[in-house]
């Protein structure tokens, strides 16, 4: 008998008749012998049309009384869902993130969780309840409710799983696993059975959009393993472990990319010290996010600084960098808006040499030029034109022996 | 300065432009120098909207969860309104019923407020900030949200203006007052200024569905003073008060009545001590409201006995009747839907005689016929056939004075 937290996402929460599977699935778990906690998200849309509604009257109003607002879709399905389980047999109880308690700071919006009185849970599913919790929400020393920010069900999730010491935390979507990459680009894609919490980490925050980074972190934090599962079709999903627990660790494990990217670069800069700060500080300031960075030290005595931002800010960060380029007595600045990442994920390639010059000529030989470069532990990231996206996902994803069926490199 | 309390009912926070009309209000009150505290319903249609959903899953399920879900409707309405009055400067806080906290038994979709700690209201108060409280809804000793049942509103404003020791509970509807009678009925309906708290009880429980029966009962009894407004037409609407502050009572001050009644007469039962008790007993086993209750004593040892049921129970409180009749040795049941109640209300007809005789000789004038006739103190009802209701309103109106400009009776 092992402790699950499962959280279930808006679109399995998005009817009357999936919440009803979902009971279904949760009443499986209980007959063979497990303990069940349930995290559920607000149904499918609720959350926008709740916070639509909010900023109607008052975009920039009390974020304090938006997460009033907001924290009530959670708290419709938290109340369903437990009313679905009890019509098959399921005897189960509703619980706000109040009323566990879930306490929080007070970054109303994007408040991070301090602490969870698990108490209750414990007791219910000791007496054979199974406990509802709403994900995405709080309560802060004030007694105001408050929330996770986007995706926090998944925070609220692992959270829970720490605090009960649960064996498992499954987070149930609409994707049945972790791919090698997305299998739109690549349809011989494959599911991971196993991936390590960092190279998730990385596939996550480059757009592999499965888990919300933060609970990542969380669960790779309290050591909590987590499934990633579908709620639509039955499987193994994928399971987010330490990395000392995976046998045969694979080299690569995966191929991210992101399309929303622009590139800056200014040219010319008089190299001294202090550059970095004096182009990305007013970015900064602008709330502008910046991506990559890459400086190339010049011969003359002069250096080039290139940094990527989202593509939406493209206009802005050119203004500012304009600007700013004008103060350094740089030779000027250019930018390119239809270019794209793509990354090379694994901790294998930590103890193998020779991964990037390979990554490097499977692209050369597809004809692929590279317009910047970027690397990290566990992954190597390139900025190419965006016509060529597809071809590199592919050719990567052969090079590197990722499709179904092959052997791992 | 006065401490007042306002309550806004669904139809008056149905939309956004509604509720910015709502704060606007607030605002104009609050800018004449008076301390509000303001409680809302859900948008009109949501908390039927969220119960139904409730009921697509488990119509008889755990009223725990039905409260859990509808909850939400109002705490939705308290932080927009909230939002509202910030954006027009009036410093402003959200409470649900657990956040002030209002505490309640745990007689869920029915509870009843014991207790309220108005302590963090006063402080807002004080420190010029709003409070904006979600109506209809508590929490009980072991922490879960239940609701008051429909209108529960009234009854937290009325709670708090009581807790508050506020010098007013201002309704505000969507009607600009209390009339003598329905204006639909009899166009020349006057609103009335003051009204007492029993005048208001017999009026409301007779279908002048302006207030909730409880919160009249509880204002009556905590002396809160009780106006009902208009939201949406400037104007001193109706002042529910204590008996004795009011100056020149009239006689009479309206005429309430209800078209949802059928009648049942249980003839030549044989006259002796619990024949009411069988046969109400097993009407009220069926879960059927009884409403009217008359017994006459016949020459020849028998009794009629004869009731009124709301219209919809009509045809299972007849079989019932019957089976018990045939127990009782009663000769038999006879019954009729198409019939009305009409009623004379005023504390006035305490120390005047002769509001009886005055009342049936008016009918007897227009050629209404009586069928059934119940008094109380302060009330005089009358079923008759349905197809005089308009008539009767009209000839009673006229004949006790109450027409808009004429002089009280």
Redesign the interface.
Same mark, same amino acid.
């Given at each position: 008998m092992a402790l699950i937290v499962q959280k279930y996402g808006g679109t399995s929460m998005g009817s009357?008749e999936r919440?009803?599977h979902v009971a279904n699935k949760v009443a499986g778990w209980r007959a063979r012998g497990h303990q069940v906690v349930v995290v559920v998200s607000a149904m499918s849309g609720e959350t926008d049309r709740?916070l639509k509604?909010?900023k109607?009257?008052?975009p920039r109003?009390?974020r304090?009384?938006?997460d009033?607002?907001a924290? =009530?879709g959670e *708290?419709?399905t938290?109340?369903?869902l437990?009313?679905?389980l009890?019509?098959i047999g399921v005897p189960s109880?509703?619980y =706000?993130g109040? *009323?566990v308690p879930i306490r929080t700071d007070s970054a109303y919006t994007k408040a991070r969780i301090q602490d969870i009185d698990a108490s209750r849970l414990r007791a219910d599913c000791e007496a054979g309840i199974v406990p509802v919790v709403a994900g995405f929400q709080g309560i802060d020393e004030t007694?105001?409710?408050t929330t996770l920010g986007r995706g926090g069900s998944d925070t609220t999730g692992v959270a829970l799983a720490a605090a009960l010491k649960a064996d498992e935390c499954q987070i149930y979507t609409d994707v049945d696993g972790v791919y090698t990459t997305d299998p739109r680009v690549e349809p011989k894609a494959r599911r991971l059975d196993k991936i390590t919490f960092e190279e998730m980490l990385e596939l996550a925050s480059l757009g592999s959009k499965v888990l919300q980074i933060r609970s990542v972190e969380f669960a790779g934090k309290y050591k909590v393993p987590l499934r990633v599962v579908s709620t639509f079709v039955d499987g193994p999903g994928t399971l987010i472990t330490l990395e000392d627990s995976m046998m045969e660790e694979p080299l690569i494990s995966g191929i991210a990319f992101t399309r929303d990217e622009a590139q800056l670069t200014v040219a010319g800069v008089p190299d001294r010290p202090g550059i970095a700060a004096a182009i990305l500080g007013p970015i900064g300031e602008a709330n502008i996010e910046i991506d990559m960075i890459v400086q190339n030290v010049g011969a003359d005595g002069t250096t080039d600084f290139t940094f990527t931002v989202q593509r939406t800010d493209y206009e802005r960060a050119m203004e500012i960098s304009r600007k700013v380029a004008g103060e350094l007595g740089a030779k000027g600045v250019n930018g390119a808006t239809d270019i794209v990442k793509v990354s090379l994920v694994g901790v294998g390639m930590r103890s193998h040499a020779g991964i990037a010059s390979k990554m490097f000529t499977a692209l050369a030989a597809a004809g692929i030029n590279i317009r910047m470069i970027s690397t990290s532990e566990i992954k190597i990231s390139v900025v190419i034109d965006e016509i060529y996206l597809e071809l590199a996902v592919r050719t990567l994803h052969k090079a590197f022996g990722l499709e179904d069926g092959a052997k791992p490199a």
């Open positions: 009357v919440i009803e709740l509604l909010a109607s009257i008052s109003g009390s304090r009384e938006f009033q607002i924290a =009530t *708290q419709v938290i109340g369903l437990a009313l679905a009890e019509k109880r509703s =706000t109040w *009323q007694g105001a409710v």
